[in-house]
């Protein structure tokens, strides 16, 4: 069996806490793949809540998820992960989060989550996930400005309490391409 | 369930390559809780070569195997694993190998591995690996001399020909007691 990469291994993550009932985010749905595999772990009375900054994210998941007959599961907000503060009520307990941070594959590649917008975030998720829940953040970085927002991100993942979370750093360390880096959350 | 820890995810990569039959090392076999744990992969029909520099380490790993009655599938040698290279004939083929870098646990701490016969070790192993074959690198690094070990170990990994070989890095970020780095190199 081949290692599992950063984006294999995050789901490997997610699907090892998040069970059928269960809600959880996607703070950044992009084409959909992930919000996909996560409406498939929450199953039918569970709920996934999406999150993207652009119209064509938006568009692109809603027909992923219509084709898979899975859109009940899941309502999508056109907003940038940074209002998960105000649109998830406080008393919302997340099982799980995913991230994928840097450009929309297939999308305009100028449009990039930022350092600051994606740790208000994550806070957010921070602050709802249950115990034993995860957070899973693959960080792509080879773009412009990609460098800064991954160095922002480890930044802040690094001084989180260890007493409240665990903090896994994997990553393929021989790659020329900057491979992405997961950062998976896990809340104590 | 918990994200695992460096030590607990090397064994998973090796369990998930490692079959009934294979050929393995265990280049520091310390107090043999590795080499019980390879011996059970390979099975009655499969072989653990193990090494340690230290007299306790060769005792008590064969007292654990006796214990467990797994003593013969493996083959041990009081020998520093900087001897692999002379010990093991050029065409055993390996599926695995486990390195576990510091001192030994209730041994004298005073006695480390260290970069240089490290590196050396690595190398003979990796000319042996076969297809898909994983080499799990514990890297204790919390103790005088152990720094340096890892980062000559982590320039090394870094280097390998990313054609041949799948370098990963997992490790907890966010921890005071420096917890130990997994490196896990596959060849592809």
Same mark, same amino acid.
């Given at each position: 069996?081949?290692? +599992?990469? &950063?984006?294999?291994y ?10 059928? *009932? ?7 749905? %992009?084409? *959909? #793949? ?6 498939n ?7 996934? =809540?999406?999150?993207?900054? /652009? ?6 998941t ?18 940038? #992960?940074?209002?998960?503060? /105000?649109?998830? &009520? +406080?008393?919302?307990? $997340? ?6 941070? %840097? =450009?929309? !594959?297939?999308?305009? #590649? /100028? ?7 994606? $740790? ?7 602050t ?6 995860? $957070?899973?953040?693959?960080?792509? =970085?080879?773009?412009?400005? *990609? ?7 480890? +930044?802040?993942?690094?001084?989180? !309490?260890? +007493?409240? @979370?665990?903090?896994? /750093? =994997?990553? @393929?360390i021989?790659?020329?391409?900057? !491979?992405? $880096?997961?950062?998976a959350?896990?809340?104590?």
């Open positions: 069996m081949k290692i +599992k990469s &950063a984006l294999a995050s789901h490997t993550l997610l699907q090892s806490v998040v069970q059928a *009932g269960d809600v959880v985010v996607d703070a950044t749905v %992009g084409n *959909g #793949h992930d919000t996909e595999f996560l409406a772990l929450v199953g039918p009375s569970g709920r996934v =809540y999406g999150f993207d900054v /652009q119209q064509l994210a938006i568009d692109n809603t027909a992923r998820l219509k084709n898979s007959n899975l859109l009940s599961r899941v309502r999508l907000f056109h907003q940038g #992960h940074e209002q998960i503060e /105000q649109v998830l &009520a +406080k008393d919302v307990q $997340i099982k799980g989060a995913m991230f994928n941070l %840097g =450009y929309l !594959p297939g999308g305009d #590649h /100028q449009m990039i989550t930022n350092g600051a917008t994606t $740790i208000k975030a994550i806070k957010a998720c921070l709802r996930l249950t115990p034993s829940g995860i $957070i899973g953040i693959v960080l792509y =970085y080879g773009h412009p400005g *990609g460098l800064t927002e991954k160095n922002a991100v480890m +930044k802040f993942a690094n001084q989180l !309490p260890q +007493k409240q @979370f665990t903090v896994l /750093q =994997y990553q @393929f021989n790659q020329v391409n900057e !491979p992405p $880096i997961l950062l959350i896990q809340k104590r």
